[in-house]
């Protein structure tokens, strides 16, 4: 048998008859989750801030198969709005995943009031009043799957992104206290770890940090935004029934240890004029 890839092709069926809100849908990780549920048989709401790059996705997506939103994931009221319109329109909700996500280098001393609050509601707030939405529907129909997308940096250091990395450990806590509160009415809730991954927000285009990232990958390459995507949909599927308040790495071996790098150091150290201070 033939199977489509996750761009324009037939169902493989999985998620045949069944509808899924994605937000951060229009690039990266989240653009590849939209297209591999499309291409297996759901229909899917792709929320993101552009609605250019959301049209790009609807286009590459099996016809039919993929609504774009226009959604900025900070703005809690409009988060619940979206997920509770899509649910009445579809008449049930299958499966949310919260892409949503920035990652701004800042170092930890220079990182502002402004930037931290932004960081939070993007990737941590936004995230949990999409999922409080979602479960609210999906406890109400007899359950539902919510994935969160958190981080490898939810579990280690990595310079220069502490409010990255506190929003996703966050997220993957609140992915395991929703779960163990919502299992009883079948609403399942998992998160998924991505390690260095090929999308625009992921990787650089410096060589030097290139040869560095590969150094400490045990794989030696970063991820493909589609091999993230597989274990999304396996997680969402009825394959996964038994797995809840898990967050999965999908890292190519990072978290199990790393490299030396004689003569290491953060990639961006303090401005100088702090240290005088």
């Not at 989240?30 to 250019?52: D, M, N, Q, Y």
Request: proline share 7%.
């Amino acid at each position: 048998m033939t199977r489509a890839g996750p761009e324009r092709g037939g169902s493989m069926g999985r998620f045949e008859g069944r509808n899924v809100i994605v937000t951060g849908g229009s690039s990266g990780i989240g653009r590849a989750i939209v297209l591999a549920f499309a291409a297996e048989g759901a229909t899917v709401c792709a929320g993101a801030r552009s609605a250019e790059r959301l049209a790009e996705v609807v286009a590459a997506a099996p016809e039919g198969r993929v609504e774009a939103r226009v959604l900025d994931v900070r703005d809690v009221p409009e988060v619940r709005r979206a997920v509770r319109e899509w649910a009445e329109k579809k008449g049930r909700l299958h499966v949310l995943v919260n892409c949503a996500g920035i990652a701004p280098e800042v170092p930890v001393l220079d990182i502002t009031p402004e930037q931290w609050h932004d960081v939070m509601a993007t990737n941590l707030t936004g995230a949990f009043f999409a999922a409080q939405e979602a479960a609210r529907h999906m406890a109400a129909q007899g359950g539902g799957v919510i994935v969160n997308i958190s981080s490898v940096d939810a579990v280690i250091a990595e310079s220069p992104y502490a409010d990255y990395g506190a929003s996703k450990a966050a997220l993957s806590q609140f992915t395991k206290c929703m779960a163990f509160e919502l299992a009883h009415l079948g609403v399942r809730c998992v998160a998924v770890a991505p390690g260095l991954t090929a999308t625009p927000m992921g990787f650089t285009d410096d060589d030097e940090i290139r040869r560095l990232y590969m150094g400490v990958i045990p794989m030696r390459r970063p991820a493909r935004p589609e091999e993230q995507a597989a274990v999304v949909l396996f997680l969402a599927s009825d394959e996964a029934s038994y797995v809840t308040g898990v967050t999965v790495p999908v890292d190519g071996g990072i978290l199990h240890g790393f490299w030396a790098r004689p003569g290491g150091g953060p990639p961006i150290p303090p401005k100088p004029d702090l240290l005088e201070s």
